[in-house]
């Protein structure tokens, strides 16, 4: 792999070439604002928040298009670039409903993120506000899209990375939006609700039902874990709150780049269904009745060891589960073992 | 698993799931990647968009047919004809990788001897695949610079479920796609830890890291390391352990996390057999369908109470962390299991899953280089045999697990029920993307109700006009064991003559129709095919 030379923001760096100025930037820590760049997506180039100013070029180049070259001299953040920058975030407020005090995105949201960043409180043009009205038929996420700032990454996530295609751009100019073939609900659509569009909106445009008015997003614990479901192992971010979860965020720098479906991605509120068995229980005549954990494993203990003395280890058998972890499938095996038979195995084969 | 070992010498997935985009050719077969392992579907049709050539052996029309350059429509149960076939055309066609075969492989002269007479034309009467289209799918796979194999349950539910694996091996081994980098033999695990359970020794014949019980020295190390005296001969398997029940062999029960009443074929047999247990004890999170059967039921906890580890089907070790506080009084698969050991008078001490992961790692050579701390956010692929070694994304790359790959021979068979007169229909069963398994997690997720909450039946077209049905309709579907009424889908992703069924819905139990006829070596139920009949309800 040959390198070039570059100079960022006075900092002298070598990098790969075939590189764009944005990646350069980011293997150094330094951080240029985007809305509508996704490391595994093509490029649009379309938002132009990403400008950067190069020694001897008369535009400003989006940094998430350009490629880096032999002596490029760069600066990330010159006044031209953050006039710039102001512009376009100035211009995105004059359509955009002002409505953070409720917003779910608050303190996750680039538009507001970018707009403390570069000082924007608004807009001095007075732009028309959309009213399309919001779509909350499905169960997972709502579509608002009188927030959406077309940045169109989570058109290129649903054909690139899901394969599903279910939303793409539709009309022009001002009427511009993003929505399903016919513009119906987005369970008329090719949609399998894997959320990996709500996950990569920069704004307040898809947001997941799960989770509304329970906290802000700092104010969440989060916690990375492995998917319960199926095989793939998907891992992500429990987001959890006064020992509730609140949300799910995929873990990007993971195996599987932060990609997830419905189950892993919504089908959590599972933990906390009403009729969680919350205490050992013993059948008394056809009945369960409550029971201590000491009573429990008394009972249990004495049974197996009765079993054992009348009929053998081998009356005894076991059934371990591919859903519980590795630790407990070993002790399980261990203890089946222990009291002397093989007569262990799980539903695997199933 | 038996048939992958046996070719082999390791059951498990060779590749990793991050290869598959650079793959040249796939082949999926009896695999309903999309939705039973969306995000791996997700990357095969990457890999079609990137210029992969697409192989899809199913029996119904599943989603990445749309992505498919050659569609095999087999009946269900023929799949050993198809691969016959396809090996057939590739040696005939000299399109083997003879080098391969003759440095790496041995046994190649019986399976050339035996796929002989599975002509295109043969296969094509058994399978009901046309012939031309199974000359084209084996140009497709062997002509690549590299293919892949990726299969699941299709594959293996069956009487002869062993030798379907064995047929999938022979064709990666005949054109060298072993060992190489988006090549390989590749079984999507279903469920989130069944290559934990299987690595970590539940299973009747082996203790970790697939360490023969039958094997003295094995046993010697393992008694040693937990101060027990072991038992030497195989233990019985899930299908074995319930007749067991039966026939009042077996007396007591535990049961830890599995709903096999749902899950388990022929549910009415299933039910007889636990019923005829002294003692049964369930540890769930909720009161399944199985539970209800139990003399105890223990309360564990939801994943996201614990910590541990999961292996996904790419032998990735994982970490699994606490986020949650337990529920009630309820514990940790792991705490109770320690609690009742000591109470039968063990001496266990763990204090924390960790204890227990650093006790596989030293009893286990394929996990002893895996600490909890070297996991982080990528996880680590086993064998992984000491703290300096990297993990092994693929297996086999200069020699097979065994030493020489191993052909075998097969031939097809037909499934144990086919269809007759009074049961004209097959019946085959699998899930959908919104639910897993027996539902008793998806079905307790509010927006996974919502958008599907009861079995839709699959039925051609065709036959529902033959039987005047419609969408929707109710129609009772009864087997030689049962019968259960279910609403209907028509559609004709499944052939005429097909109809298929999830085991998400207790209310229209699938299993209570479903063959416990099993593979002989495996074990494994002949889930996907049973001989059913469908009338209006
Ligand atoms: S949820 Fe997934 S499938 Fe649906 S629109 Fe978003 S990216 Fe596409
Ligand atoms: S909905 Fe969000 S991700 Fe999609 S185009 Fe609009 S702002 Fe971008
Ligand atoms: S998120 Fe979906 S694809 Fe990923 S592990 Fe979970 S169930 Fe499987
Ligand atoms: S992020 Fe570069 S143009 Fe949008």
Redesign the interface.
């Known amino acids: 792999m040959t390198k070039v030379n570059i100079t960022l923001n006075g900092q002298a760096v070598q990098v790969e070439s075939g590189k764009t100025v944005l990646e350069a930037a980011q293997a150094v820590g330094i951080d240029i604002p985007t809305f509508c760049h996704d490391p595994e997506l093509s490029k649009a180039g379309a938002c132009r928040m990403c400008v950067v100013e190069v020694a001897g070029a008369r535009n400003l180049p989006a940094s998430c298009t350009t490629p880096v070259t032999e002596g490029m001299v760069i600066e990330t953040e010159s006044d031209r670039v953050i006039n710039a920058r102001k512009s376009i975030l100035k211009l995105t407020w004059a359509g955009h409903p002002q409505d953070c005090l409720t917003c779910e995105k608050t303190g996750s949201c680039k538009l507001q993120d970018y707009s403390y960043r570069y000082d924007v409180d608004g807009s001095p043009y007075k732009g028309e506000v959309k009213e399309i009205p919001l779509d909350d038929t499905n169960p997972f996420f709502f579509r608002d899209l009188n927030k959406c700032i077309l940045c169109g990454k989570c058109v290129r996530k649903c054909h690139e990375v899901n394969g599903a295609g279910a939303i793409d751009f539709m009309y022009r100019g001002f009427g511009t939006k993003v929505t399903t073939a016919f513009d119906d609900a987005i369970e008329e659509s090719s949609c399998v609700f894997c959320g990996m569009c709500v996950d990569i909106c920069p704004v307040g445009a898809l947001t997941p039902k799960q989770g509304l008015n329970q906290g802000r997003a700092w104010e969440a614990d989060k916690v990375l874990t492995t998917c319960p479901y199926c095989g793939s192992g998907c891992t992500f971010y429990l987001h959890v709150r006064d020992d509730k979860i609140v949300g799910v965020t995929p873990n990007f720098e993971g195996p599987m780049d932060g990609h997830l479906c419905v189950k892993g991605r919504f089908g959590w509120d599972f933990v906390d269904s009403p009729d969680r068995l919350k205490t050992p229980l013993i059948k008394k005549d056809g009945e369960f009745v409550e029971a201590t954990w000491e009573e429990a494993m008394d009972l249990i203990a004495s049974k197996f060891e009765g079993v054992r003395a009348q009929f053998g280890a081998d009356a005894i058998a076991g059934l371990s589960s591919a859903r519980t972890t590795n630790e407990e499938n070993y002790l399980f095996q261990k203890l089946l073992r222990s009291m002397g038979t093989n007569n262990v195995d799980h539903c695997a084969r199933l | 698993m038996a048939g992958l070992a046996t070719a082999f010498g390791s059951g498990a997935m060779t590749n990793t799931?991050?290869e598959i985009e650079d793959a040249k050719a796939i082949l999926v077969i009896g695999s309903n990647t999309?939705e039973?392992?969306?995000?791996?579907?997700?990357r095969i049709?990457?890999a079609v968009?990137k210029g992969a050539k697409l192989i899809v052996a199913d029996p119904r029309y599943i989603e990445l047919c749309d992505?498919a350059d050659s569609y095999l429509q087999l009946k269900p149960g023929t799949n050993i004809a198809l691969l016959n076939a396809l090996a057939h055309v590739i040696i005939k066609e000299g399109l083997a990788d003879e080098a391969f075969i003759k440095d790496r492989t041995e046994n190649f002269a019986a399976l050339k001897a035996t796929v002989e007479k599975y002509t295109p034309e043969y296969a094509a009467e058994i399978t009901g695949v046309p012939a031309e289209e199974i000359v084209k799918a084996a140009r497709l796979y062997a002509e690549a610079e590299v293919a892949s194999i990726f299969y699941t349950m299709g594959i293996?539910?069956h009487t002869t479920g062993t030798n379907n694996v064995l047929a999938v091996a022979n064709l990666a081994m005949l054109t060298g796609n072993m060992g190489k980098p988006s090549g390989g033999v590749n079984p999507?695990?279903?469920?989130?830890?069944?290559?934990?359970?299987?690595?970590?020794?539940?299973?009747?014949?082996v203790?970790?890291g697939y360490q023969k019980?039958t094997d003295d020295a094995a046993r010697a190390k393992?008694a040693k390391a937990?101060g027990?005296?072991?038992?030497g001969?195989?233990?019985?398997?899930?299908?074995d352990?319930l007749d067991?029940?039966g026939s009042k062999?077996?007396?007591?029960?535990?049961?830890?996390?599995?709903n096999?009443y749902l899950?388990?074929?022929d549910s009415t047999h299933v039910q007889q057999c636990m019923g005829s247990l002294?003692?049964l004890?369930v540890q769930?999170?909720?009161?399944t369908e199985t539970a209800e059967f139990?003399?105890?039921?223990?309360?564990?906890v939801?994943?996201?109470?614990?910590?541990?580890?999961?292996?996904?089907?790419?032998r990735?070790?994982?970490?699994?962390?606490?986020?949650?506080?337990p529920?009630?009084?309820?514990?940790?698969?792991?705490q109770i299991?320690?609690?009742?050991?000591t109470?039968?008078g063990?001496d266990?001490e763990?204090d924390c899953?960790e204890d227990?992961?650093k006790?596989?790692a030293a009893l286990t050579p394929s996990y002893a280089g895996v600490t909890y701390d070297r996991l982080g956010?990528?996880?680590i692929h086993w064998p992984c045999p000491d703290e300096v070694h990297p993990g092994t994304p693929i297996l086999h790359v200069d020699k097979f697990s065994r030493g020489l790959g191993h052909f075998s021979a097969v031939e097809h068979q037909d499934p144990a029920e086919v269809p007759d007169e009074q049961y004209p229909f097959i019946l085959t069963t699998g899930r959908i993307?919104?639910h897993?398994h027996t539902g008793?997690?998806?079905r307790?997720?509010?927006?996974?109700k919502?958008?599907h909450n009861e079995e839709l039946m699959e039925l051609n077209p065709l036959d529902a006009q033959a039987l005047g049905v419609e969408e929707c309709d109710t129609v009772k579907v009864s087997s030689r064991r049962g019968s259960v009424k279910s609403r209907l889908k028509v559609t004709d992703r499944v052939p005429p003559g097909v109809v298929f069924m999830t085991f998400h819905f207790k209310e229209t139990a699938a299993n209570i129709l479903t063959n416990s006829e099993s593979c002989p070596t495996?074990?494994?139920?002949e889930?996907k095919v049973c001989a059913v009949n469908v009338e209006k309800a």
């Open positions: 799931i991050g999309t039973n392992h969306p995000v791996i579907g997700y049709k990457r968009k992505y293996t539910q999507l695990r279903g469920q989130n830890n069944v290559q934990g359970a299987c690595d970590m020794g539940a299973l009747p014949n203790f970790t019980v393992f937990w027990v005296e072991l038992a001969k195989d233990g019985l398997t899930v299908t352990m067991a029940a062999d077996v007396r007591a029960m535990y049961i830890m996390g599995e096999p899950s388990d074929p002294d003692f004890v769930d999170m909720f009161m139990a003399d105890v039921v223990l309360p564990a939801s994943w996201a109470e614990k910590e541990g580890t999961f292996v996904n089907t790419e990735r070790v994982q970490k699994v962390n606490p986020a949650l506080k529920r009630g009084n309820a514990k940790a698969d792991w299991l320690t609690q009742l050991a109470k039968l063990f266990w763990y899953a227990i992961f006790e596989i956010v990528m996880g993307l919104y897993y008793t997690m998806t307790r997720s509010e927006g996974l919502q958008i495996a074990k494994i139920p889930l």
